[in-house]
């Protein structure tokens, strides 16, 4: 039996993303460069973007949780697995049983690593003024870690994608540990921090949305390749007058005769409702306007200058990162990980 039609599909660039991972590599100078594969790729699918990220040589990759270390593990051959939330009560057998490190990230943490036989190597994340994950520089005094077999000591910055004196404090205070902590290896920066140069290093980069065609800052503008392309199918094509009205609420009314393709795509796809009366597609070369509210399966798009489109036709939208960011309201975080499961993945 063949599988199903899907009227969505995400056309994902492979060597986009390896392009952009080789260049925050380079830019991570002597530091080894990973990349955050949490929240299924960004998005894009976790397994398929590892096996490639992994074949152009990385060696270190980020998840969450271990659920979602046991869908990459396959596909990393011999590079490293760090799973960031740490270490829960129900994960202590799987952590023991797996290649892939705790980021252990509170004193209970520790002591359930310890108390388990944690005599493996671990990671730690210290908490340098973010104030989301992480020990605190008073446990690291108080030798909370002695003993520990600490592969990678890391901390997150806050504003990276800023210039503010925040992160050179974070900076110093992660630098104080190098000799207090017997890590192998720091980590600071993800894709915005390594933008900030090679005082932000340390042994290890962590980028995630550079990787997958966001522009974190603007060195990396010019630089990062788009690697999703968001496509749909037409419903159906409809001619309005003036005065009809066009979606929930009727937001939007007709002051002329419209062309409207009506299309397979709404915020249940993760094409959320910021993009109401602002999104766009690709239409002949030009950017057509989404008309009325993003509804949860449809959208309704001004295809005037595309008199050939036709029901079945497939529809690109406008997806490029920073310029939807500017149509929707949403970060370029949220554009990527909130795409839907009804999409076809199709990798060139």
Not at 62 to 82: D, H, K, Q, Y
Request: charged fraction near 20%; include cysteine.
């Amino acid at each position: 039996m063949s599988s199903a039609h899907l009227p969505l599909r995400l056309k994902l660039d492979g060597r986009a993303l390896v392009a952009n991972w080789r260049w925050l590599a380079r830019m991570s100078g002597r530091a080894a460069c990973g990349a955050a594969v949490k929240a299924n790729g960004y998005g894009l699918g976790a397994a398929e973007v590892v096996r490639r990220l992994a074949d152009a040589g990385c060696r270190d990759f980020f998840v969450a949780t271990w659920g979602e270390a046991e869908g990459v593990l396959p596909w990393i051959g011999e590079a490293s697995v760090s799973v960031l939330h740490g270490l829960a009560p129900e994960d202590v057998a799987r952590a023991h049983s797996s290649r892939a490190r705790p980021v252990l990230n509170t004193p209970l943490q520790v002591a359930r690593w310890r108390e388990s036989g944690g005599g493996r190597p671990c990671d730690v994340m210290i908490d340098t003024g973010m104030n989301r994950l992480g020990l605190s520089l008073r446990d690291v005094s108080d030798g909370l870690l002695d003993g520990l077999a600490i592969e990678t000591l890391h901390s997150h910055l806050a504003c990276a994608d800023e210039d503010v004196p925040a992160n050179h404090r974070q900076r110093r205070a992660l630098a104080a540990l190098a000799d207090k902590v017997p890590a192998r290896r720091l980590s600071l920066a993800n894709s915005a921090g390594i933008c900030l140069g090679p005082d932000y290093h340390f042994d290890l980069t962590r980028p995630g949305l550079a990787l997958y065609g966001g522009v974190p800052r603007p060195e990396a503008e010019g630089h990062i390749a788009p690697v999703v392309r968001l496509e749909t199918q037409i419903v159906q094509r409809r001619r309005i007058g003036p005065g009809d009205a066009v979606g929930y609420n009727a937001t939007f009314t007709a002051d002329r005769e419209m062309e409207l393709a009506i299309v397979n795509l709404g915020y249940a796809d993760g094409y959320l409702r910021g993009f109401s009366g602002s999104g766009r597609a690709r239409v002949g070369g030009d950017l057509a306007p989404v008309v009325g509210r993003v509804s949860m399966d449809l959208t309704a798009i001004c295809v005037d200058a595309a008199p050939e489109l036709a029901e079945g036709d497939w529809i690109e939208m406008d997806f490029d990162l920073q310029r939807a960011s500017a149509q929707s309201g949403l970060s370029q975080y949220e554009l990527l990980t909130t795409l839907g499961g009804r999409h076809q993945r199709v990798w060139s």
